[in-house]
């Protein structure tokens, strides 16, 4: 006997796998997600932090060695990069894989409070130390790549 032989001749079992089938169908669509923006976990942060008019080694000196000493002490942190130019420290905070979804957010927000509190303590003419740690954000990715081009004026 096959299978399409059991449904013609026994229409009552025919019906209850249909009707079983489609029960499954609705619940596996209900438990699909149901964001529009999908999720995007990052585990990366930068610090800018601009003091006009110094030269490189001053910068490096005088503002990104002490923030790269302040952003290895938090937690879960794994590497800790840097960039330096004429008035402009750029440092580049990266979070270990083990790091969970949940603790991401607690992590930078203490890197944020950390950073500025030695903010208040650069030098002057420095400004305060910036973190940007929202490149998941599909709505900023947006944002920035259809944001129109900056002018002169």
């Avoid at 438990?31 to 923006?37: E, F, H, I, N, T």
């Avoid at 923030?67 to 130019?85: L, P, W």
């Avoid at 979804?101 to 607690?106: F, G, H, L």
């Amino acid at each position: 006997m096959n299978l399409s032989r059991l449904f013609v001749e026994k229409r009552a079992i025919g019906w209850i796998a249909l009707i079983a089938t489609l029960i499954w169908g609705a619940l596996a669509f209900r438990g699909l997600p149901q964001r529009k923006d999908p999720e995007v976990i990052s585990r990366t942060a930068v610090i800018t932090t601009q003091f006009p008019g110094a030269r490189a080694e001053e910068v490096e000196q005088l503002v990104t060695l002490p923030v790269e000493q302040t952003a290895r002490r938090i937690a879960h942190v794994d590497k800790v990069t840097s960039t330096t130019r004429s008035g402009v420290s750029t440092v580049f905070v990266t979070l270990d894989d083990a790091t969970r979804a949940s603790e991401i957010d607690a992590v930078w927000n203490d890197l944020r409070a950390r950073i500025d509190l030695l903010s208040a303590t650069l030098p002057k003419g420095s400004s305060p130390a910036r973190v940007n740690s929202s490149f998941g954000e599909t709505a900023t990715v947006t944002w920035s790549i259809a944001s129109p081009l900056v002018t002169d004026v």
